[in-house]
């Protein structure tokens, strides 16, 4: 008598089709479809014969080309972006050949260009740039050290998260410069007031960050950690943070951020003393020298330095985590 167990048994035809049947499912748009489908329906006939094969293996080498193709340098992301400045410029230049203002109120592209050629041959735009830049970088370090341990201290305590949490939130929201004038009271014009504007404009933005990516993370990895037997603390470094990556991110580029426009309000207000000659303080003797020209060629060294930041740092660093992750599929980075 027949077992009602046993599946009934399928033609090697339907299961070979059965096994190759999830390659249906890839996007169907473009010429990299028609190829999938030439290979899909090389593994999917009965027979196996020579031409068969000869098309599985061309159409095998045309995906490969096609991800080799994929992996070039994309020469849009880099003429797209000049284009743009050049545009903006012309039409900087065209405002200016109207008229409407003053030439030493709104100078042109070539008169902020001889400014430029002028701070570099005193020395001073090279002090300028170096001085906020190291300045930046350190105090964004800094605060990394301190926020990170925080932030996952935070995340992983419920009372102490329901106790400081609004507070970092504040703080976050706190405008950085009203720090300054309480900063120059305690340090006196030193580097040490422009270090405290930076880290408390810093370190709420990255613990708030960081916080967020712990919430995203799935309860499975918490749920796998506690049965492979991990402490707290390898859960929160081996487990927690890697997982929180994406988020932990975000919250280092809004630091850096907050970072960067906190060092200039200290810069700009905080002048004299032991304090060195930052791209603040060239704004701010622009400003004092009524001297439209060393003013826009501060504001275009702080908008550069800005830009190249993220640019080299932080757009290769998210990019390889969302393609490592598979999270870049469809979008227009």
């Known amino acids: 008598m027949p077992s009602n167990s046993s599946p009934v048994a399928e033609s090697p035809e339907a299961t070979e089709t059965a096994l190759v049947e999830p390659v249906e499912t890839q996007d169907s748009s473009g010429p990299s479809s028609s190829k999938g489908e030439k290979v899909h329906a090389a593994l999917t006939r009965s027979s196996t014969g020579s031409a068969d094969l000869r098309e599985l293996e061309s159409g095998l080498d045309s995906l490969q080309s096609d991800a080799v193709r994929k992996a070039r340098v994309d020469w849009s992301r880099i003429l797209l972006p000049v284009a743009a400045v050049v545009v903006l410029i012309i039409i900087w230049q065209f405002y200016v050949s109207l008229g409407l203002k003053r030439r030493d109120q709104v100078p042109g592209p070539m008169d902020v260009l001889e400014q430029f050629g002028t701070l570099l041959a005193e020395g001073s735009l090279q002090e300028a740039v170096w001085t906020s830049l190291q300045r930046g970088l350190l105090g964004f370090l800094i605060s990394v050290a301190i926020a990170t341990p925080v932030g996952l201290l935070l995340a992983q305590v419920a009372p102490l998260r329901r106790a400081f949490g609004p507070l970092i939130s504040g703080l976050q929201v706190l405008p ?75 919250g280092l580029k809004q630091g850096w951020a907050f970072s960067w426009r906190s060092l200039m309000a200290a810069e700009i207000i905080a002048v004299g003393g032991t304090i060195g000659f930052g791209l603040g303080s060239m704004l701010n003797q622009g400003r004092d020298l009524a001297d439209m020209t060393i003013v826009m060629s501060a504001i275009l060294l702080i908008l550069a330095v800005g830009i190249l930041i993220e640019l080299l740092v932080f757009a290769p660093i998210e990019k390889r985590l969302l393609q490592r992750r598979g999270l870049l599929s469809g979008s227009t980075r």
């Open 176 to 250: 950085s410069v009203a720090w300054v004038p309480a900063a120059i009271i305690w340090f006196g014009l030193t580097d040490a007031t422009v270090y405290f504007v930076v880290f408390m404009g810093a370190i709420p933005s990255i613990i708030n960050g960081l916080i967020s990516g712990v919430d995203q993370i799935p309860p499975q990895y918490r749920s796998v950690g506690t049965v492979l037997g991990a402490s707290r603390l390898q859960m929160a470094v081996q487990i927690i943070l890697p997982a929180a990556l994406p988020g932990y991110l975000s």
